[in-house]
């Protein structure tokens, strides 16, 4: 867990609300990671190049807590590729990583959902059948999903 403790101290969000809602979330996170692959582990990354996607960074608090676990696992690199980035969370997310590529970096920042036409959520399904045909592309052996 990375907490943002300034965030949490003004809101008033209590240590028992925190508590909450990590059992919920590590509930779905286990969910996910037996839709996704079938088990649940992290795949081993260890001297290897992590390359962390996502449809956009708005504050870079999510991206910025994978980062922080993956340096635990000693990667050869880490990479953020995202098609959109508000500038503050670039600013803030650069010295952390190998290598940063954002294509839309607006002075503007409002959400990430702004530079899209859909932004509609990305069901399991699709997930799972987009892993299925990254799997099969992949050499035989090197699967880290």
């Known amino acids: 867990q990375v907490m943002n403790d300034s965030v949490v101290r003004a809101l008033g969000v209590s240590r028992d609300a925190i508590e909450q809602t ?18 649940e582990g992290t795949p081993e990354i260890e001297e290897m190049i992590v390359i962390l996607v996502d449809d956009g960074i708005a504050t870079g608090s999510t991206i910025r807590a994978a980062v922080q676990a993956l340096r635990q696992q000693a990667p050869k690199q880490i990479i953020i590729a995202v098609p959109t980035a508000s500038s503050d969370a670039r600013a803030m997310l650069e010295p952390m990583v190998d290598d940063f590529i954002a294509l839309i970096v607006p002075e503007e920042f409002r959400a990430v959902g702004q530079w899209y036409e859909n932004f509609d959520q990305t069901t399991d399904a699709e997930v799972t059948r987009l892993l299925a045909l990254a799997a099969a592309a992949e050499p035989a052996g090197k699967s880290g999903a």
């Open 22 to 39: 990590a059992t919920t979330q590590l509930k779905e996170l286990h969910r996910r990671e037996h839709a996704y692959r079938g088990h």
